[in-house]
């Protein structure tokens, strides 16, 4: 069966940086649309970062400061997280989709915590 498995946050000063990554199994990596989502508490699950073919996007709030990437050899997406701040404190969810109306697939999510 399909899995997802974060790793990777935890506890970092404003202006540092993590690396989170999402270990998958079960489907076709390499046609598949991989996502990070993050959701803080008291706020809706917004879209951060989508890589799908050789392209990749990023919500406003991220774009020069995250970065996602993908090895299709090893079925893993991984987003670089720099110069973090406050507000990118969440639990952050990796998921998988095959095409728009497809079925998502999501991960149990890590815990990023940006604080001093």
């Known amino acids: 069966q399909v899995q997802l498995v974060e790793s990777g946050g935890g506890l970092v000063q404003p202006g540092g940086s993590l690396r989170l990554s999402c270990a998958t199994s079960g489907f076709t990596f390499s046609a598949y649309v991989l996502s990070w989502y993050r959701q803080a508490p008291g706020k809706e699950r917004e879209l951060v970062a989508t890589?799908?073919?050789?392209?990749?996007n990023y919500a406003d709030s991220v774009k020069g400061r995250f970065t996602i990437s993908r090895d299709n050899a090893k079925n893993t997406v991984y987003l670089q997280m720099n110069s973090l701040k406050p507000e990118d404190t969440a639990v952050y969810y990796c998921?998988?989709?095959?095409?728009?109306?497809?079925?998502?697939?999501w991960g149990l999510g890590t815990q990023v915590t940006v604080s001093s």
């Open positions: 890589s799908s073919g050789g392209s990749t």
């Open positions: 998921n998988a989709k095959r095409s728009p109306l497809a079925r998502d697939y």
